[in-house]
Nanobody, 121 residues
Framework: VQLQASGGGLVQAGGSLRLSCSAS????????IAWFRQAPGEEREFVSA????????YYGDSVKDRFSTSRDSARNTVYLQMNDLKAEDTAIYYC???????????????WGQGTQVTVSS
């Protein structure tokens, strides 16, 4: 599965962005899709995940109540809606796919190239 993340950019604190993760090569319909982020000098951090049917979502504590993830199977795309952005959300955001959910980047087999999100305070 080849993944491509897009939608990053520069936004002011309190603003919103929507990231997209699209698959090419083959469908990722049977996979959990997760978002991770990595700030400079930091470990890669779990942000969210969504199950194959799009009915169950998981969030890291730092983004719960501000971010939401969804999937559009017809478009083979998963979204990460980020609201009330804070300076500490600044990072490169990656999407990843795996046959089961996990909280570590080591749990995921396929990765997109990442998209930069910068939040100015």
């Amino acid at each position: 599965v080849q993944l491509q993340a897009s939608g990053g950019g520069l936004v002011q604190a309190g603003g919103s962005l929507r990231l997209s993760c699209s698959a090419s090569g083959r469908t990722f319909s049977g996979y959990y899709i997760a978002w991770f982020r990595q700030a400079p000098g930091e470990e890669r951090e779990f942000v969210s995940a969504i199950n194959p049917s799009g009915t169950i979502t998981y969030y890291g504590d730092s983004v719960k109540d501000r971010f939401s993830t969804s999937r559009d199977s017809a478009r083979n795309t998963v979204y990460l809606q980020m609201n009330d952005l804070k300076a500490e959300d600044t990072a490169i955001y990656y999407c990843a796919a795996a046959p089961r959910v996990g909280w570590s980047d080591k749990d995921y087999d396929f990765w997109g190239q990442g998209t930069q999100v910068t939040v100015s305070s």
